[in-house]
């Protein structure tokens, strides 16, 4: 069975980046959209952004302009480049695979302190 390991979280100043990177271990192409969520404590898990075997890319309306998703094919490896973050950007942050159903990791903590 295909897994998800989430590496890159930690402890940050606002202001501050994080790159996030999820492996696969098989083959990218085992899903059709690999994607990032996130869920803060007492909040519903929410998109943070996806992006589909053929490039196409979303992001939730509150990453835009500051984190930006990509993949590299060749590693097996989706990213998850976060600049300029902020408190309220502080969650377990999870990678998921989509294809019939969804595969999730076991989530990374990104704490950004005040």
């Known amino acids: 069975q295909v897994q998800l390991v989430e590496s890159g979280g930690g402890l940050v100043q606002a202001g501050g980046s994080l790159r996030l990177s999820c492996a696969v271990s098989g083959s990218i192409f085992s899903f059709n959209l690999m994607g990032w969520y996130r869920q803060a404590p007492g909040k519903q898990r929410e998109l943070v952004a996806s992006?589909?075997?053929?490039?196409?890319?979303n992001y939730g309306e509150y990453v835009k302009g500051r984190f930006a998703i990509s993949r590299d094919n060749a590693k097996n490896t989706v990213y998850l480049q976060m600049n300029s973050l902020k408190p309220e950007d502080t969650a377990v942050y999870y990678c998921?695979?989509?294809?019939?159903?969804?595969?999730w990791g076991q989530g990374t903590q990104v704490t950004v302190s005040s």
């Open positions: 998921a695979g989509r294809k019939i159903g969804t595969t």
């Open positions: 992006i589909t075997v053929g490039g196409a890319i």
